[in-house]
């Protein structure tokens, strides 16, 4: 497709999104590259078509999972990270399950290579919460109904229940989910 009329399209998706049905959204998408597809996730002002366009450029978001503005995802568009149903994700998050120094002369040093140049799946399970400005290395699964504070680097997984804050982030409590009769 012409640069001019993919512009078109990403312009529509921007904003002009309020009566763009899933598959709308799903036919305008195969227009664009889906470097562009995740920009416009990154960006986007609405929290559904947001998380929609996450799952247009293959990051796996549950149902009912809200996707605050600025989640990064530092996959190279490949199926890297699943997101459960019901989670609250704050505003710029960042999931790294890959991470390499790309054209770095570092990508040659041992120690780099064997030890920090990684790629691994991160899970986050149903109903848990993220806040703002938090970082997930490679390879974290972060239970259901966890809690990850503000700030917070998790470096090690969450188990389920846990509320987890600071760098490198640890476990400062749990929840009792609510009685059935409460809840
Ligand atoms: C971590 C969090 C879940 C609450 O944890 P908590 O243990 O109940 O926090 P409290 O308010 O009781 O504070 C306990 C201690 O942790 C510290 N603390 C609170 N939040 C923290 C955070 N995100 N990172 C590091 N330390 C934190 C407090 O300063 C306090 O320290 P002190 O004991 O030395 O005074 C909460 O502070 C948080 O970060 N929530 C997410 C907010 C957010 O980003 N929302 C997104 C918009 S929806």
């Known amino acids: 497709m012409p640069p001019a009329l993919q512009s078109a399209t990403a312009l529509r998706i921007l904003f002009d999104w309020a009566d763009l049905s899933t598959d709308d959204l799903r036919a305008l998408c195969t227009e664009l590259h889906i470097k562009n597809v995740r920009w416009l996730a990154i960006h986007h002002p609405d929290n559904k078509t ?43 998050i960042s999931l790294i399950p890959e991470s390499g120094p790309n054209m770095s002369e570092l990508a040659d040093f041992e120690l780099v290579k064997e030890k920090l140049v990684c790629t691994a ?23 259901h109904h966890a809690v990850v504070g503000a700030g917070a680097i998790v470096t090690r997984d969450v188990p389920p229940y846990a509320i987890v804050k ?3 982030a640890q476990v400062s409590q749990y929840l009792t989910p609510p009685s059935p009769s409460a809840a």
């Open 166 to 168: 600071g760098q490198p």
């Open 50 to 92: 947001r998380e929609n366009l996450y799952r247009l450029s293959n990051v796996a978001v549950g149902p009912k999972t809200t996707i605050n503005a600025g989640l990064f995802v530092y996959d190279s568009y490949q199926p890297l990270v699943t997101i459960g149903a019901n989670c609250a994700l704050a505003a710029n």
């Open 121 to 143: 799946p991160i899970v986050i399970e149903d109903h848990v919460w993220i806040g703002a400005n938090a970082i997930v290395m490679p390879g974290v699964t972060i239970g």
